[in-house]
C-alpha cells in the first residue's frame, strides 16, 4: 500500500502570495493533521481533521485554513505568506482520529513533507 | 500547555556502541503517551517507540529501549548496537490521552550521527 503522500515535494513563493499544499492519506485512513516544522525546531500542530470535520487547531494565525474531502485527502491553505511561514510542511494519517477512548495513542503515519520557502 | 525538552541538539555514537537521548517533558496530565520519532534525510517522521503513561514497564522495540520515570517526568531512549542507518534527528513527542488525538507535542530533536 502506498504511504501518505504530499505534493508538491518543494514550492518557492514570494510575500503576500497564496499557497496550498496537497495531501493524500494511507488507504483506510480517515483522520488527516498537518504539522509546521520551521528548521531546527520540532514539528507544530497547525489542523486534524476526521471526517471532514475540524476536530483540532494549533495556534496559527487565520491565514492558515485547510479542508478534507470526501475521499479522506486533505488540503492546506496559507493566504498573505509570510517570510517566517517558509517551513517543512508535514501531513499525517491515523484511521480513527481519536474517535473512540484510548484512541488517542493510534499511530500517526507521517509524509515526506512539502518544503516551502517564501522570498 | 504540554511542554518537552530535549538538551542535547547532537549527539555522536559509533558503530556498535550504545547511545542514549534525553527527553524531559512537562504537563499536569495523568494520562498520555509519549513518544520517540526519527526523521532521517528523506524528512519523513517515523515512530520508533511509544510508552503508555499509566504502564510502569518501560517500552522495548528490537534495539531501542526506553527509560520511562513518570515522576521526574523523564523519557530517555537507548539505541544499543548502533548502525549507520540510526543516522537520523531523533524527537520526543507528548500526546494527551484525551482531547484531539493527532496533537503531539514534539520537542526540538536531538541530531545523532553514528560514526564507523
Known amino acids: 500500500d502506498a504511504g501518505v503522500t504530499q505534493s508538491p515535494t518543494h514550492l518557492i513563493k514570494t510575500r503576500g502570495q497564496h499557497v496550498t499544499l496537497r495531501c493524500s492519506p494511507i488507504s483506510g485512513h480517515k483522520s488527516v493533521s498537518w504539522y509546521q516544522q520551521v528548521l531546527g525546531q520540532g514539528p507544530q500542530f497547525i489542523f486534524q481533521?476526521?471526517?471532514?470535520?475540524?476536530?483540532g487547531r494549533g495556534n496559527f494565525p487565520d491565514r492558515f485554513s485547510a479542508r478534507q474531502f470526501p475521499n479522506y485527502s486533505s488540503e492546506l491553505n496559507v493566504n498573505a505568506l509570510l517570510l517566517g511561514d517558509s517551513a517543512l510542511y508535514l501531513c499525517a494519517s491515523s484511521r480513527q482520529g481519536g474517535r473512540s477512548p484510548g484512541a488517542t495513542n493510534e499511530k500517526l503515519f507521517f509524509g515526506s513533507g512539502t518544503q516551502l520557502s517564501v522570498l | 500547555a504540554q511542554t518537552v525538552t530535549q538538551s542535547q541538539p547532537e549527539m555522536s555514537v559509533q558503530e556498535a556502541e550504545t547511545v542514549t537521548l534525553s527527553c524531559t517533558y512537562d504537563?499536569?496530565?495523568?494520562?498520555?503517551?509519549l513518544f520517540w520519532y526519527k526523521q532521517p534525510p528523506s524528512r519523513q517522521m517515523i515512530l520508533v517507540i511509544r510508552q503508555e503513561a499509566y504502564k510502569q514497564q518501560n517500552a522495548t522495540e528490537n534495539r531501542f529501549s526506553v527509560n520511562f520515570q513518570k515522576a521526574a517526568k523523564s523519557f530517555s531512549l537507548k539505541i544499543s548496537d548502533s548502525q549507520l542507518g540510526d543516522t537520523a534527528m531523533y524527537f520526543c513527542a507528548f500526546i494527551r490521552a484525551t482531547g484531539t488525538a493527532s496533537k503531539l507535542t514534539f520537542g526540538t530533536g536531538t541530531r545523532l550521527q553514528v560514526t564507523l
Open positions: 481533521y476526521y471526517e471532514k470535520e475540524e476536530r
Open positions: 504537563t499536569s496530565e495523568n494520562n498520555y503517551y
